[in-house]
């Protein structure tokens, strides 16, 4: 423990000192004055009031936890003194969430869990107000990546593309992005460690610089989420909560180990953390490589190899008063970029030029101030993004930095038993700058700030939410004169602002049948790409010429969403219609370029703007038929279509999706526990529904073969993943897969063994 302290604190310093410093002083000041001890217990029974082991106890807004013991008794200390949310939480039964009313000195809470066929209710994290997805009056997926990493996916951004709504942007397994509805690129916002991730997403090439190791579960709110996050969050927001901290006083450490046929990969993390009463620490590394992968025809497709270092770290504490976590994150990625396609045949790891070398950094400190019957909330973010692009030595061709540093303060007013309100402020400031021998766009300064506000209030079981949001962004440059392949770059002083607004209708029709209903706005000011290029971009393989006109996108999209559960059958319908106004897309001129002396030409790409309509949704059963309790079938199916005012398609609109699971349990072995074997057809359909400068795409059935469990040694525990993806070897290639364009196809069949070992 001593070693990591020593080490996080030498990085973090390294790197911003404000954040560290400031931890710590917080931590001392208010342990100082910290004297009251606040305590929850209680017992949990099920509804035969037979006591309940191994079930978890979380308070979110500590990160604290506890197990309740073999007769059901638990208890936590240090509570806050206001207002107390609390989730009980255990497999096979519904998960409650208990809020205890200005906590006093001893608090006593007996819990009765009732049995679930299905998967637990989860707390929302992204969301304003922090309830169960049951309770909550938008719609938001929520995946552990303990599930994602069942699927057998070789990265963070495939196993996000199983979700319903979900689909990506890839160029071979190294490099993938998230659409969500139609809609990718800056347009979806990132969260990671409770702080906006800012890593150039301008770029089609450029990925999400974030490894799924030590990160708990991702959220999903598909659609605009501007009022809490500002600029970008125009077609959704991906939430990716840390892994938690361990149980109170307890020790946990893990090694986990994948490996992947079909590129040769293999990924090692190991992590370990403990907690005290008040403090806790987390730490965890993982490396991982990759050779080129195979298609279905055995032919390995060049330089699509790719190595990630990554480091995450955190340090909490927490009282009666106060809580607060700092972690740090550092992402190192080298990855191959394709030219020649299927080329010379290797199974070395090292990269090849043309390549990519990306170190992201990223600091987080997240704090909650609690009063009697009110609270703080204030996180504050540091990520330090540096890209380069070599061609065919280590002299970088591009070599940008991008610097960002944001935060955001929410005060939560006291709340009556019906209405909660919260207002906040949030900004960001950001410095672009380049060192390269080529610049794609100028150096740089862009400052957000905006202001909101929101209510929620309740009765009976109907739910409104509605919230209003004002925000300005301010972005400059410098000219650039340099003559950079017949282009240059003009000085730029842009300032734009935006009003939204949201609402948000929920309620329970019966036990069994729920409706929400939403109307948000959202916003997103141009980029400095789309308002600056003015040269070559090598990775996309065309001349990029920006607008410094475009005004600033605007959307109105109203979401639907029925479900209807009962024990045995879960049924659910997401209905959306979103309109952009001034739709930022690029558009081939007809025009091509090259450089005095080159013998290639390529094609010459302006920024253009047109209002466009986006529109479909999605729909899934989930059948559990009794007294066959050991069988699942799954089937979901999502559609999207976007088109310009004029009726003309958009581009990167991912096709028409079914996805059909049969997933089978068994858990009668005292030694192999949560047993399951799955089979899985997805069914891609043709797209036919393309812009001008696109081709259509095939249709395709992908057949997905997994088995696995837990074996239980004592106190150690041995999870178990065999997983065989596109088992019948398909030959298909992907609609939004840059690769399409010289013909190369997707991945072949590759066969997963993951193993991980918890102690």
Not at 696 to 704: F, K
């Given at each position: 423990?001593?070693?990591?302290?020593?080490?996080?604190?030498?990085?973090?310093?390294?790197?911003?000192?404000?954040?560290?410093?400031?931890?710590?002083?917080?931590?001392?000041?208010?342990?100082?004055?910290?004297?009251?001890?606040?305590?929850?217990?209680?017992?949990?029974?099920?509804?035969?009031?037979?006591?309940l082991?191994?079930v978890?106890?979380?308070?979110?807004?500590?990160?604290?936890?506890t197990?309740?013991?073999?007769?059901?008794?638990?208890?936590?200390?240090?509570?806050?003194?206001?207002?107390?949310?609390?989730s009980?939480?255990?497999?096979?039964?519904g998960t409650?969430?208990?809020?205890?009313?200005?906590?006093?000195?001893?608090?006593?809470?007996?819990?009765h869990?009732e049995p679930?066929?299905?998967q637990?209710?989860?707390?929302?994290?992204?969301?304003?107000?922090?309830?169960?997805?049951?309770?909550?009056?938008?719609?938001?997926?929520?995946?552990?990546i303990?599930?994602?990493?069942r699927?057998?996916?070789?990265?963070?951004?495939?196993?996000?593309?199983?979700?319903p709504?979900v689909?990506?942007?890839?160029?071979g397994?190294?490099?993938?992005?998230?659409?969500?509805?139609?809609?990718s690129?800056?347009?979806?916002?990132?969260?990671?460690?409770?702080?906006?991730?800012?890593?150039?997403?301008?770029?089609?090439?450029?990925?999400?610089?974030?490894?799924?190791?030590?990160?708990?579960?991702?959220?999903?709110?598909k659609?605009?989420?501007s009022?809490?996050?500002?600029?970008?969050?125009?077609?959704?927001?991906?939430?990716?909560?840390?892994?938690?901290?361990?149980?109170t006083?307890?020790?946990?450490?893990?090694?986990?180990q994948?490996?992947?046929?079909?590129?040769?990969?293999?990924?090692?993390?190991?992590?370990v953390?403990t907690s005290?009463?008040n403090?806790?620490?987390?730490?965890?590394?993982?490396y991982?490589?990759?050779?080129?992968?195979?298609?279905?025809?055995?032919?390995?497709?060049?330089?699509?190899?790719?190595?990630?270092?990554?480091?995450?770290?955190?340090?909490?504490?927490s009282?009666?008063?106060?809580?607060?976590?700092?972690?740090?994150?550092?992402?190192?990625?080298?990855?191959?970029?394709?030219?020649?396609?299927?080329?010379?045949?290797?199974?070395?790891?090292s990269?090849?030029?043309?390549?990519?070398?990306v170190?992201?950094?990223?600091?987080?400190?997240?704090?909650?101030?609690f009063?009697?019957?009110?609270?703080?909330d204030?996180?504050?973010?540091?990520?330090?993004?540096?890209?380069?692009?070599?061609?065919?030595?280590?002299?970088?061709?591009?070599?940008?930095?991008l610097?960002?540093?944001?935060?955001?303060?929410?005060y939560?007013?006291?709340?009556?038993n019906?209405?909660?309100t919260i207002?906040?402020?949030?900004?960001?400031?950001?410095t672009?700058?380049?060192?390269?021998?080529?610049?794609?766009?100028?150096?740089?300064?862009?400052?957000?700030?905006?202001?909101?506000?929101?209510?929620?209030?309740?009765w009976?079981?109907?739910?409104?939410?509605?919230?209003?949001?004002?925000?300005?962004?301010?972005i400059?440059?410098?000219a650039?004169?340099?003559?950079?392949?017949?282009?240059?770059?003009?000085?730029?002083?842009?300032?734009?602002?935006?009003?939204?607004?949201?609402?948000?209708?929920?309620t329970?029709?019966?036990e069994?049948?729920?409706f929400?209903?939403?109307?948000?706005?959202?916003?997103?000011?141009p980029?400095?790409?789309?308002?600056?290029?003015?040269?070559?971009?090598e990775?996309?393989?065309r001349?990029?010429v920006?607008?410094?006109?475009?005004?600033?996108?605007?959307?109105?999209?109203?979401?639907?969403?029925?479900?209807?559960?009962?024990?045995?059958?879960e049924?659910?319908?997401?209905?959306?219609?979103?309109?952009?106004a001034?739709?930022?897309?690029l558009?081939?001129?007809?025009?091509?370029?090259?450089n005095?002396?080159?013998?290639?030409?390529?094609?010459v790409?302006?920024?253009?703007?047109n209002?466009?309509?986006?529109?479909g949704?999605?729909?899934?059963?989930?059948?559990?038929?009794?007294?066959?309790?050991?069988?699942?079938?799954?089937?979901?199916?999502?559609?999207?279509?976007?088109?310009?005012?004029?009726?003309?398609?958009?581009?990167?609109?991912?096709?028409?999706?079914?996805?059909?699971?049969?997933?089978?349990e068994?858990n009668?072995?005292?030694?192999?526990?949560?047993?399951?074997?799955?089979?899985?057809?997805?069914?891609?359909?043709?797209?036919?529904?393309?812009?001008?400068?696109?081709?259509?795409?095939?249709?395709?059935?992908?057949?997905?073969?997994?088995?696995?469990?837990?074996?239980?040694?004592?106190?150690?525990?041995?999870?178990v993943?065999?997983?065989?993806?596109?088992?019948?070897?398909?030959k298909?290639?992907?609609?939004?897969?840059?690769?399409?364009?010289?013909?190369?196809?997707?991945?072949?069949?590759?066969i997963?063994?993951?193993?991980?070992?918890n102690?």
């Amino acid at each position: 423990m001593v070693f990591f302290l020593g080490f996080i604190t030498f990085v973090l310093m390294k790197q911003n000192q404000f954040f560290i410093r400031f931890f710590f002083l917080q931590a001392l000041l208010i342990s100082i004055v910290a004297q009251a001890q606040n305590v929850v217990s209680g017992t949990v029974t099920d509804s035969n009031n037979k006591a309940l082991q191994g079930v978890s106890i979380y308070i979110q807004e500590l990160q604290k936890g506890t197990l309740s013991d073999a007769n059901g008794n638990y208890s936590l200390t240090n509570l806050p003194n206001g207002n107390v949310s609390i989730s009980f939480a255990l497999m096979g039964y519904g998960t409650q969430n208990k809020t205890i009313v200005n906590a006093q000195r001893q608090n006593r809470l007996d819990i009765h869990l009732e049995p679930t066929i299905f998967q637990m209710d989860e707390v929302v994290v992204a969301t304003a107000f922090n309830k169960l997805q049951s309770q909550n009056v938008m719609k938001v997926e929520h995946e552990t990546i303990k599930n994602l990493t069942r699927k057998g996916t070789a990265t963070l951004i495939e196993g996000l593309a199983t979700i319903p709504g979900v689909a990506q942007v890839s160029t071979g397994t190294s490099i993938g992005k998230p659409v969500i509805r139609g809609l990718s690129g800056n347009r979806v916002l990132v969260y990671s460690q409770g702080v906006r991730v800012e890593n150039q997403q301008f770029g089609d090439e450029h990925g999400l610089g974030l490894n799924d190791s030590g990160i708990e579960s991702v959220e999903v709110i598909k659609g605009p989420a501007s009022l809490l996050y500002g600029s970008d969050a125009l077609g959704g927001v991906l939430y990716f909560n840390p892994e938690k901290f361990a149980n109170t006083n307890t020790f946990k450490a893990n090694f986990n180990q994948k490996l992947f046929v079909n590129t040769l990969g293999s990924n090692s993390s190991i992590g370990v953390k403990t907690s005290t009463e008040n403090w806790k620490w987390v730490t965890r590394g993982t490396y991982n490589t990759h050779s080129d992968y195979t298609t279905s025809g055995g032919e390995r497709v060049t330089n699509t190899r790719y190595q990630e270092k990554d480091f995450k770290s955190g340090i909490g504490y927490s009282d009666a008063f106060f809580s607060s976590v700092l972690r740090y994150n550092y992402n190192d990625l080298k990855l191959g970029m394709t030219e020649e396609g299927i080329a010379a045949q290797s199974t070395s790891k090292s990269v090849l030029y043309p390549k990519q070398a990306v170190s992201n950094h990223l600091i987080s400190l997240n704090s909650t101030v609690f009063f009697n019957t009110s609270k703080l909330d204030l996180d504050l973010g540091f990520i330090s993004n540096d890209r380069s692009e070599f061609e065919d030595s280590d002299v970088a061709i591009l070599k940008m930095k991008l610097n960002t540093f944001n935060y955001n303060a929410k005060y939560y007013l006291p709340s009556s038993n019906k209405m909660q309100t919260i207002v906040g402020v949030q900004g960001m400031h950001q410095t672009n700058m380049n060192s390269g021998e080529e610049y794609l766009i100028p150096d740089a300064v862009t400052k957000d700030f905006g202001v909101f506000g929101t209510i929620n209030y309740e009765w009976g079981t109907n739910v409104i939410q509605a919230g209003l949001r004002f925000d300005t962004r301010n972005i400059t440059s410098e000219a650039h004169g340099i003559q950079l392949h017949g282009g240059s770059f003009a000085a730029l002083n842009k300032f734009y602002t935006s009003w939204n607004a949201s609402l948000g209708y929920k309620t329970n029709f019966n036990e069994a049948f729920v409706f929400r209903l939403n109307v948000a706005s959202g916003f997103r000011a141009p980029n400095l790409a789309e308002l600056t290029s003015n040269g070559i971009h090598e990775g996309a393989n065309r001349y990029e010429v920006g607008n410094a006109n475009l005004e600033t996108e605007q959307n109105l999209q109203t979401d639907l969403n029925l479900e209807y559960k009962t024990d045995h059958v879960e049924f659910f319908v997401n209905g959306f219609y979103n309109h952009i106004a001034n739709y930022i897309y690029l558009s081939p001129t007809g025009n091509q370029f090259t450089n005095s002396g080159a013998v290639n030409f390529i094609q010459v790409y302006d920024y253009i703007q047109n209002n466009a309509n986006l529109y479909g949704g999605e729909v899934g059963l989930h059948f559990h038929p009794h007294p066959l309790d050991w069988l699942h079938f799954e089937t979901s199916f999502e559609t999207v279509t976007g088109q310009k005012e004029n009726a003309d398609y958009l581009p990167l609109i991912p096709a028409n999706n079914w996805n059909n699971t049969l997933r089978f349990e068994l858990n009668d072995s005292n030694w192999l526990k949560e047993n399951f074997a799955t089979i899985s057809l997805s069914s891609t359909f043709n797209q036919n529904k393309v812009s001008g400068f696109e081709t259509r795409t095939g249709g395709y059935s992908i057949l997905n073969l997994g088995l696995g469990g837990t074996l239980h040694f004592g106190r150690t525990k041995v999870e178990v993943n065999l997983n065989g993806n596109n088992i019948t070897d398909k030959k298909y290639i992907a609609h939004l897969s840059r690769l399409k364009t010289d013909g190369i196809a997707n991945i072949g069949r590759n066969i997963v063994l993951g193993l991980n070992f918890n102690l």
